[in-house]
């Protein structure tokens, strides 16, 4: 009889485990309909740096004199990308692990 209230109790600790492992997983979840970005909240507070500021560095030291042409290339595919998704609305593709 206390081995059957044992194994019990262990179930329940192994159910309690199962299920805070259930509410972290979907905490992380992303519904397939939403951005995956994360939005951040307003602030009053003025930028620390120039908007781009950053980026123009980084492409000056991986592109060196071409970084420009490069830049504007990315801008171009970019607005591409972002005005065929607003004119068809694709939807999110769901991700579901698949067992092969």
């Known amino acids: 009889r206390s081995s059957d209230l ?14 805070k492992l259930d509410d972290e997983r979907h905490e992380m979840y992303v519904e397939a309909d939403h951005d995956l ?4 909240g307003r602030t009053v507070l003025p930028p620390v740096e120039r908007p781009g500021e950053r ?3 980084e492409m000056k030291k991986l592109y060196g004199e071409d970084a420009a042409k490069i830049q504007g ?8 990308f972002d005005r065929n998704c607003d004119k068809k609305q694709p939807k999110y593709w769901p991700l ?3 067992k092969l």
Request: net charge positive; with cysteine.
């Open 96 to 98: 579901i692990a698949l």
């Open 37 to 40: 970005h994360c939005t951040k």
């Open 55 to 57: 980026r123009v560095a």
């Open 73 to 80: 290339m990315e801008t171009a595919m970019q607005l591409n």
């Open 6 to 19: 044992a194994q019990t109790e262990r179930h329940r600790e192994e159910l309690r485990k199962q299920q």
